[in-house]
């Protein structure tokens, strides 16, 4: 069984400043690896995802993450935030073999201050 | 393409009333998902049906049931329902190995 801890669950934040939003996992097999953003009032759409390949995972609206697999980690990173960058963020993970099920973390509400 | 689509978006139920939240998809996508949403407690996943004609439960599906009608729609039910089921309740929709499309949510809050 997987799971998947989100560190944070606030992270405030100045505009145009970098930001990092912590995702840890627990797995004993293989996984894919997820980040959604949920902005205010609406459903989860999806930010990046890393299914294989190269570790570093490039994403909508300037964010990536990378994989590393030693630290089980999948960590999303922007480099200047915008106002508008203000939502919650989910991090996810299935296992390659069952995909037909995402486990969530708990979220990371991030807020962009002017 | 509308994606995925949820009706209705708002709901208020007296406790030991019933509904069916609907849920379609037009991407032609094999697996569907209902999730609840609760502060601090990220997604959790209700029901969900691989394909048409099968359903399986998740982690929380007590008080709920669920109908695949056919490839496109997905259906929740409460039965009676409880406060405890005032959430947030999501559909997703995914092809086979891939990641999955949300709905924009419907609102139901039991008095």
């Known amino acids: 069984a997987q799971s998947v801890t989100q560190l944070d669950s606030q992270v405030p934040v100045f505009e145009e400043a970098p930001v990092e939003l912590r995702c840890n996992y627990s797995?004993?097999?293989?996984?894919?690896l997820f980040w959604y953003v949920q902005y205010p009032n609406q459903g989860l759409q999806l930010l990046l995802k890393y299914l294989s390949g190269s570790t570093l995972v490039k994403g909508i609206n300037g964010f990536e993450a990378e994989f590393n697999k030693s630290q089980t980690s999948f960590h999303l990173r922007k480099p200047s935030v915008h106002i508008s960058d203000t939502a919650e963020y989910f991090c996810a993970v299935s296992d390659r073999k069952n995909t037909d099920k995402l486990i969530f973390g708990t979220g990371t509400r991030l807020q962009v201050f002017p | 393409n509308a994606g995925v689509t949820q009706t209705p978006k708002f709901q208020v139920l007296k406790t030991g009333q019933s509904m069916t939240l609907q849920c379609a998809q037009d991407m032609n996508h094999n697996s569907m998902y209902w999730y609840r949403q609760d502060p601090g407690m990220g997604l959790r996943l209700i029901y969900y049906?691989?394909?048409?004609?099968?359903?399986d439960k998740g982690e929380v599906p007590n008080g709920y049931n669920v109908s695949r009608l056919n490839k496109r729609e997905f259906s929740l039910r409460l039965e009676s329902a409880a406060p405890s089921q005032t959430s947030v309740y999501f559909c997703?929709?995914?092809?086979?190995?891939?990641?999955?499309?949300f709905g924009p949510g419907t609102r139901l809050t039991v008095l």
């Open positions: 049906s691989a394909s048409e004609g099968t359903t």
């Open positions: 997703a929709s995914s092809p086979l190995h891939n990641e999955q499309f």
């Open positions: 797995s004993s097999v293989s996984v894919y």
